[in-house]
């Protein structure tokens, strides 16, 4: 590779690094729930999205787990480990039932309406133990 085509790369890492920490830090809405009880995130402010994309992280800086995907035309795609623990309603909003302590972390929602034109939002959940 050249030294060039390098360094592009690596400035194209760096910023797509400094993004994910800056939309872990601004604009994360905090909710709380209760062992065993259940908890629906916000979606959209929009109608008729193109895709719906739901993500989780233990800690701010961890790997992100995907939840629920779902695209225009198709049905939705939730991993298996929430089970049916979870549902991914249109308007992009999301409702985890039989929350457990482990469910604590950061959730992000992407959802795209067209080119250019789409809605992120990061929600740091704490689960009560009572």
Same mark, same amino acid.
């Given at each position: ?29 905090l ?36 939840i ?10 939730? !991993?298996?480990? #929430? =089970? ?6 249109? @308007?992009?909003? /999301?409702? *985890? ?12 929602? !992407?959802?795209? #309406? =067209? ?5 992120k939002? @990061?929600?740091? /959940?704490? *689960?009560?133990?009572?």
């Open positions: 590779m050249a030294a060039g085509t390098a360094l592009i790369l690596n400035h194209l890492l760096l910023l797509l690094w400094i993004d994910q920490l800056q939309a872990l830090s601004s604009k994360t809405l909710m709380t729930g209760v062992r065993g009880g259940g908890v629906t995130f916000p979606g959209g402010p929009k109608r008729n999205p193109d895709s719906i994309e739901w993500t989780f992280r233990r800690t701010a800086g961890g790997d992100s787990t995907n629920c995907n779902w695209y225009r035309n198709n049905a939705v795609d939730c !991993t298996a480990a #929430y =089970g049916r623990r979870v549902r991914l309603h249109l @308007n992009g909003s /999301l409702t *985890i039932q039989d929350l457990r302590i482990a469910d604590s972390g950061w959730y992000h929602i !992407t959802i795209v #309406y =067209g080119w250019f034109d789409f809605y939002k @990061n929600i740091r /959940l704490q *689960i009560r133990g009572e």
